[in-house]
């Protein structure tokens, strides 16, 4: 069965700091991989998604990157921090779900970041 | 651009009644239509999905039904319980695939 593991849980970093959250899914194999971030009160917003391999897509412009080294593994970065970076960070695989096509998100458990 | 509006929470409900959450989309062409539920403490999940038009997703005794005319996907369910508290989210998937877009969520509480 497919599996998703991302870590760290919680984060605690200062401003200014690098960031690495990393995700991996297990059980598939070349699987759409998207990062999501979900701020208090402002719901889930798509920050990158990947196709294939060094394929990433940015939704919006920000001092977060996204890279995928390998087929299932998706890594969130930063090189400096901002305070508007606190978050919980969800990865997810999308894969198709039967006939109809339609891409099925399957998330993590989630990365809560505190920026301080 | 596509786009998604539910509508805000949170709603509170008493155990047995009657559940609505409007969800209404802006999208080109003949996007996928979803819900999934934010249980406290974990992640989110799939609860149904909708491919098109008139199509109508179950499961745990929700339904919503694909409303093209009126670019609705409304969340019922006919009598909630205590362990449905949760976060309930809306989503689009744009035609061709890869991009999921979500609603702000809605939270439900239900109590006792």
């Known amino acids: 069965s497919q599996t998703i593991h991302q870590w760290p849980a919680t984060l605690v970093q200062p401003v200014g700091s690098p960031l690495s959250l990393e995700c991996t899914v297990e059980?598939?194999?070349?699987?759409?991989l998207y990062w999501y971030r979900q701020a208090a009160g402002r719901g889930l917003q798509l920050l990158f998604y990947?196709?294939?391999?060094?394929?990433i897509s940015s939704e919006v412009p920000q001092n977060l990157s996204a890279s995928r080294p390998q087929d299932r593994q998706f890594i969130l970065s930063s090189k400096k921090l901002l305070l508007s970076d606190s978050g919980f960070y969800l990865c997810a695989w999308g894969a198709s779900a039967g006939d109809s096509g339609a891409n099925v998100l399957t998330f993590g458990a989630g990365s809560r970041l505190t920026v301080l | 651009g596509n786009s998604v509006t539910q509508m805000e929470g949170p709603v509170t409900l008493s155990e047995e009644a009657f559940l609505t959450i409007n969800c209404t989309y802006t999208a080109t062409g003949y996007p996928s239509l979803f819900w999934y539920v934010q249980y406290p403490g974990e992640g989110l999940q799939l609860l149904l999905k909708a491919t098109k038009a008139d199509d109508k997703g179950s499961n745990k005794g929700f339904e919503a039904t694909y409303r093209k005319e009126t670019t609705s996907f409304h969340l019922e369910k006919g009598s909630v319980q205590v362990s449905d508290s949760a976060v309930y989210f809306c989503a689009l998937e744009n035609t061709g695939g890869f991009k999921t877009i979500f609603g702000a969520g809605t939270r439900l509480f239900v109590k006792a």
């Open positions: 990947s196709v294939g391999i060094g394929q």
């Open positions: 059980g598939t194999s070349n699987p759409n």
